[in-house]
């Protein structure tokens, strides 16, 4: 399911946009994919017409890929981060 990145949460008692957060915390809320994948995984994020980027990637959290390249590379539907 999309994450909204307007979704407000309380930061210490601060109500905080999701997308307002640093990298870490709005992976943990389920807006980005992890750091440490986006920094291993850069280079095997697929050209194309992709809505995100994997630091703002709205589906990150959906574990069904879409497969491209006549089904050979499995990759997120939201930023075509390779999953495979
Ligand atoms: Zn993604």
Not at 31 to 46: A, E, N
Not at 50 to 73: H, K, L, M
């Amino acid at each position: 399911m999309a994450v909204n990145p307007n979704t407000v949460i309380d930061l210490d008692g601060v109500p905080t946009a999701i997308k307002d957060l640093n990298r870490t915390d709005r992976n943990v809320l389920g807006l980005g994919h992890s750091v440490w994948d986006i920094d291993v995984l850069k280079k095997q994020r697929h050209p194309g017409d992709w809505p995100y980027t994997s630091e703002d990637c709205q589906r990150a959290d959906e574990r069904f890929g879409v497969w491209i390249n006549n089904e050979n590379d499995l990759v997120c539907p939201g930023c075509g981060l390779d999953y495979t």
